[in-house]
């Protein structure tokens, strides 16, 4: 009796030590390794010349848990620390601009930057930009995303997924319909609202002009639906080309909800090969609100 309770005692001290063993921060996935496992696993050759690459923080920090995002904002920087998360994977850059130069920011003693760069500090959090390759994969993980949030995926061009062929409705009920399914607070609509549409091409982010102009150049698209333009550009292109009667109308949602469930299928997809560490999506709040 005596020896099997001494038995008991000892298989359960090894069970909690083998636990505080693996969840010690030594043995710990650390944030470069995370990363180390999605190059292995995006499908395509990682590129030498990216914005794929560390933004903030320590690349050797043990992760504690991981949330996918469409922007690091301040926001969602402070609820990631709140729930746990010390990687921040981010689809769009953290410090304005493109390459995430914060040279002239630092220069000027910028306040909005040191209050971010605080955060980051004082929650030990490390932030990573998946942009060029989750792109580049096939699919491309942002429009499979935006495909399955707007139910569309029945009506895409097998060839061509950017390109679409929907029940017959009109600009203005299409419009709405994209509104309420992701939840839009402010879209923009050029074009007539009556014009009855059945041919959709979807191009999440921002449309560069040459690539947005020849989308609607297209005779296989009546509707370009896009997260961002130049309005000189794209806008203007577009509300010529309605009032010279063309059957061209376009829907610009806005960067972050053009691609914002792009970002949480990454989450869901980090699950299949970084089983150690809980994998969130936090979605970047809407930066825009409607007047009244």
């Keep these: 009796m005596i020896r099997t309770l001494v038995a008991t005692l000892s298989l359960g001290a090894l069970i909690r030590a083998a636990a505080a063993a693996k969840n010690s921060p030594t043995n710990r996935l650390t944030a470069r390794q995370v990363i180390e496992r999605i190059q292995k696993n995006v499908g395509v050759a990682w590129r030498s010349q990216t914005v794929d690459t560390f933004k903030a923080g320590d690349p050797d920090t043990p992760v504690t848990g991981i949330a996918t995002t469409m922007m690091a904002t301040y926001d969602v920087l402070r609820r990631a620390a709140a729930a746990g998360d010390n990687l921040i994977i981010t689809h769009e850059p953290t410090f304005y601009g493109h390459t995430d130069d914060i040279a002239a920011l630092t220069k000027e003693n910028d306040a909005v930057l040191a209050a971010k760069q605080a955060l980051i500090e004082k929650h030990h959090l490390v932030v990573w930009r998946f942009h060029d390759h989750w792109h580049a994969r096939t699919p491309d993980g942002i ?86 333009g130049v309005e000189w550009e794209i806008v203007e292109y577009a509300d010529d080309a309605s009032a010279e009667g063309g059957r061209k109308a376009l829907i610009i949602l806005g960067h972050i909800p053009s691609e914002q469930a792009g970002m949480e299928d990454c989450a869901r997809w980090l699950k299949g090969f970084v089983p150690e560490v809980r994998e969130d999506f936090i979605a970047t709040a809407e930066p825009f609100w409607p007047a009244k």
């Design 143 to 228: 429009q499979t995303g935006m495909l399955r949030a707007l139910g569309w995926e029945k009506f895409v061009n097998p060839g061509n997924s950017h390109l679409l062929v929907i029940p017959g409705t009109t600009v203005a009920d299409l419009a709405s319909s994209i509104k309420e399914r992701l939840g839009i607070h402010v879209i923009r609509v050029v074009g007539d609202p009556a014009m009855r549409v059945t041919k959709v091409a979807l191009d999440p982010g921002y449309g560069a002009f040459p690539g947005a102009r020849h989308m609607l150049q297209r005779d296989d698209v009546e509707v370009l639906v896009i997260g961002e």
